[in-house]
Nanobody, 119 residues
């Protein structure tokens, strides 16, 4: 099992910045990708992911504004969010996956942290 604990959400004005953090614990030795999804109000969509090799993937809507990074020594993934827009308002969920020795994929989710962009 992998436990994910997020921090860093809050209220920010349009154009502002926030940094989300997500620390992983538990069976972390074989974590593959980590990243962030968001949900507002119903559909959960990918924001950004980063593999343990450092390859990144971003949603088109956040490219050039958000930056994902990962500290493997601390088992932590970060999401730097700049130039925030009201449409970025959502609950942000940390995500991680791992593969068993038999190749079974396991997905893990954090509890979510609210990001609100409003004046």
């Amino acid at each position: 099992q992998v436990q994910l604990v997020e921090s860093g959400g809050g209220l920010v004005q349009p154009g502002g910045s926030l940094r989300l953090s997500c620390a992983a614990s538990g069976s972390i030795f074989d974590i593959n990708a980590m990243g962030w999804y968001r949900q507002a109000p119903v559909k959960r969509e990918l924001v950004a992911t980063v593999t343990n090799g450092g390859s990144t993937n971003y949603a088109d809507s956040v490219k050039g504004r958000f930056t994902i990074s990962r500290d493997n020594a601390k088992n932590t993934v970060y999401l730097q969010m700049d130039s925030l827009k009201p449409e970025d308002t959502a609950v942000y969920y940390c995500y991680a996956n791992r593969y068993s020795s038999r190749g079974t994929k396991y997905d893990y989710w954090g509890q979510g942290t609210q990001v609100t962009v409003s004046s």
